[in-house]
């Protein structure tokens, strides 16, 4: 078995300018931010990106010029407000964004996921997405009899980036019994390339011991990239919580283009590693309080 093991940059080279990019994301949950991070730092350009519910890993790729084109349901950062850079972006035309619903979306990944043409869903019909997305959504009658569908066109991104809780050498990927959101089932299934986060690298035997966590098997995996909290600042359940002061420092200079500048080398272009990044947000006390989130036993 081909081992999938490698390293950060090497695993975000696999990304090229122009490719679309599966994101997995949940607003403040779950994203691959250390993967993010690493997309801004190679100065990747003209990425679309596809996300479910996106949020302050968009409001950085749009800030840093990384995206310029979108496909997904909403772009938030829940309580603390809206993603500032991807709204200017936005509005100034700088990202063209496809808004389709959460089933549209599922409908187009599971499509590509299955080597079909289209996926029918009834998710959007009585809206005006049918209208504002008529090159990949088209009324059907159900030729059974039954009411209309939507056929929503195959989605097949080049890439999908996601965070596990772990790995084995051959890129076996595993979650922890929780709450998983459905972009995690379908994308990586979609995309001709599979990028992984990792909490940690274990042996194969570790991943035998709950085979019903087993999420991905590694024949569909490109790379792994071990990176304990590799999900900061969105939380990883049950590792940790989202860090909300983080979060407000970033919604606190996200209107300022030079402070945001300053944000971005401070976090993410200067750190030379993880390490250091992790050093940068506030080192083992910060990780041990985001480790004793909220609502944990």
Not at 24 to 52: C, F, S
Not at 117 to 122: A, C, E, K, N
Not at 158 to 167: G, K, N, P, S, T
């Amino acid at each position: 078995m081909q081992e999938k093991i490698t390293s950060l940059a090497d695993a975000i080279a696999l990304v090229s300018d122009g490719d679309v990019v599966a994101l997995q994301n949940m607003a403040t949950q779950a994203a691959p931010m250390t993967l993010v991070r690493e997309l801004i730092r190679q100065n990747k350009r003209a990425l679309g990106l596809v996300v479910l519910v996106g949020g302050v890993a968009v409001d950085w790729l749009a800030a840093t010029g990384v995206i310029n084109r979108l496909i997904g349901a909403a772009v938030t950062m829940e309580q603390f407000g809206l993603c500032q850079q991807y709204r200017q972006a936005v509005e100034q035309g700088r990202i063209r964004v496809e808004e389709i619903s959460e089933s549209v979306l599922l409908a187009r990944l599971g499509a590509g996921a299955r080597n079909l043409p289209f996926l029918p869903t009834r998710g959007a019909i009585g809206t005006d997405l049918i209208k504002e997305n008529s090159a990949n959504m088209k009324l059907l009658d159900d030729p059974f009899g039954g009411l209309p569908v939507i056929a929503c066109r195959a989605l097949v991104p080049d890439v999908a980036l996601i965070h596990a809780h772990r790995a084995d050498r051959f890129g076996n990927i595993q979650y922890e019994p929780t709450a998983r959101w459905p972009d995690l089932a379908i994308m990586p299934k979609a995309a001709k390339r599979v990028i992984v986060s990792v909490e940690e690298i274990v042996d194969t035997e570790i991943l035998r011991r709950h085979p019903d966590r087993t999420v991905l098997p590694g024949f569909v995996v490109d790379a792994v990239v071990e990176i304990p909290f590799g999900a900061h600042p969105t939380s990883f359940f049950p590792n940790y919580g989202y860090d909300s002061a983080f979060h407000r420092e970033w919604t606190a200079v996200s209107r300022d283009a030079e402070k945001v500048a300053a944000f971005v080398a401070s976090y993410i272009t200067s750190p030379a590693s993880h390490s250091e990044y992790l050093e940068c947000i506030g080192g083992e006390e910060r990780l041990a309080h985001l480790e004793q989130w909220e609502g944990k036993p």
